[in-house]
């Protein structure tokens, strides 16, 4: 009899913790967010403008003088990645590398339904890799609420949903491996980020990660694949939901004149903040004119008294030729690290200086360390 009763009790309780798959938490939160999530497709060109092999030539060997001019090349470019709508109206978040404002490029959006809308870029940040674009549908289109984000807790269950390798609207699901990570891609370092072992590939970039009540936890920027030359698996990250609110809610008070934008802390601006150094772009004729033999660079015209370039020797109507181990030619070209420079932190300049000797002009070189103040 005791038997019996032990049995029955073990076959109840397998039968209690039988669930349906249409009853399933994950499932829901797929039903909830998926129809929110739409698979992006830009196609732009980017313009390069390349120096004739010749002129460096002659400006090598020759002091220049014989430039014929740069060459203007269009390279065709496509991408595809994932975007989540925030609003019933149409604007849409995702990654800024996803829609390039400097590619100029036409994006097409497609939601789950099949339905396909041209998208307008609306406002983009490089620093945190998020821009905000919008379709127009006659329709209120399917959102994800950002006003309950996910609690973000280590080891809870997140799911990826996008377009990875044109895939689209796939689920992978992992778990939040850690929190506040910082990745360096390129020219750029991001801190602050989310870590997953779901799988976040090529595509899935600006779709979001959620919890398994639906809610957002982040959105998807990049995967981990290659580490001290050895191959890594299941380390992606996410920007924090928190931070992707605050700036989709800022974006879009923008784009509707309730707020003005912030100004603009380009490389000039931040090297002058932070160095005491004003510098412009200094043309071929130029850098000619002032003894320097054709170089390029960025001409010092303006010097703090008492800042860090000051302190170092830096002195008006020289040529920074380099800032770290990147060449200095335009202030547009220099890396976004610039823009993001904290105090503290040191930065070796290169700079040429033109001395007249009667009717010679020798140029002398030379590197100093600035620390940002």
């Known amino acids: 009899m005791r038997l019996f009763v032990f049995l029955f009790v073990l076959q109840a309780g397998s039968f209690a913790w039988a669930v349906p798959p249409q009853d399933e938490p994950i499932v829901k939160a797929v039903e909830k967010v998926r129809p929110a999530v739409v698979n992006i497709y830009t196609e732009g060109v980017v313009t390069q403008e390349v120096r004739d092999p010749r002129d460096v030539f002659f400006e090598r060997y020759f002091g220049g003088g014989m ?19 925030v609003s019933p109206d149409g604007y849409i978040v995702t990654n800024q590398h996803v829609a390039n404002r400097e590619t100029n490029p036409k994006i097409r959006v497609t939601l789950v339904n099949g339905k396909d809308y041209e998208a307008v870029l609306l406002r983009d940040d490089d620093l945190q890799d998020l821009a905000l674009i919008k379709v ?7 959102f994800l609420n950002l006003e309950k984000l996910s609690p973000n807790m280590l080891g809870q269950t997140v799911l990826v949903l996008g377009n990875p390798v044109g895939y689209e609207n796939s689920v992978s699901a992992g778990i939040l491996s850690a929190k506040d990570r910082t990745l360096t891609i390129g020219d750029l370092t991001m801190e ?27 959105l998807s920027s990049a995967k981990m694949s290659i580490a001290q030359n050895l191959p890594v698996e299941s380390i992606g990250f996410a920007i924090p939901a928190e931070r992707v609110k605050r700036w989709v809610e800022e974006a879009i008070a923008i784009v509707e004149g309730k707020i003005k934008a912030p100004p603009e802390r380009s490389a000039a601006v931040v090297l002058k903040e932070r160095f005491g150094l ?19 660079g960025l001409l010092v015209v303006g ?4 800042g860090p370039a000051a302190e170092a020797g830096i002195q008006k109507g020289m040529l920074v030729v380099g800032l770290g181990q990147v ?10 690290k610039v823009r993001q ?9 290169t700079v040429l200086g033109a001395m007249r000797q009667g009717n010679f002009i ?12």
Request: net charge neutral; charged share 25%.
């Open 136 to 142: 127009d549908a006659k329709e209120p289109l399917p």
């Open 192 to 218: 602050g980020l989310l870590q997953t072992d779901a799988a976040i590939n090529p595509g899935n970039s600006g779709g979001p990660l959620v919890d398994g009540e639906g809610n957002l936890v982040g």
């Open 303 to 306: 010097v703090e008294k008492g």
């Open 327 to 336: 060449p200095a030619r335009t202030l547009e070209e220099l890396p976004r």
């Open 341 to 349: 420079l904290k105090g503290g932190e040191q930065v070796v300049v």
């Open 362 to 373: 020798s140029l002398r070189s030379g590197t100093v360390t600035l620390k940002a103040r």
């Open 67 to 85: 430039s014929r001019g740069n060459r203007i090349l269009q390279t065709p470019l496509r991408n595809l990645g994932s975007g989540l709508i």
């Open 278 to 296: 004003e510098l412009k772009d200094c043309s071929p004729n130029d850098s000619l004119q002032l003894g320097y033999q054709g170089r390029i």
